[in-house]
């Protein structure tokens, strides 16, 4: 039980984290690049987001815990 709550806790850290750098990302360092980047960086960052809620769905049993998952809570 407390490996459960430990794994959830650094899921929502490390989604935290990781809404900060692309706040970050899209709003100050944005702002330098050429209209070229700025596509290739959205379509990137679109492909990444996509990757990684794919990958959440299919290891949530491992991340959130098997029994759960099966009660259909998170």
Do not use: C, H, R, W
């Amino acid at each position: 039980m407390k490996q459960i709550l430990l794994s959830k806790k650094l899921l929502v850290l490390a989604l935290i984290m990781f809404s900060i750098t692309l706040l970050k990302l899209f709003i100050f360092d944005i702002q330098e690049i050429s209209e070229a980047g700025k596509i290739v960086a959205f379509i990137s960052l679109g492909v990444l987001l996509l990757v990684i809620s794919f990958m959440y769905q299919k290891l949530k049993a491992l991340i959130v815990g098997e029994e759960d998952v099966a009660n259909g809570t998170d």
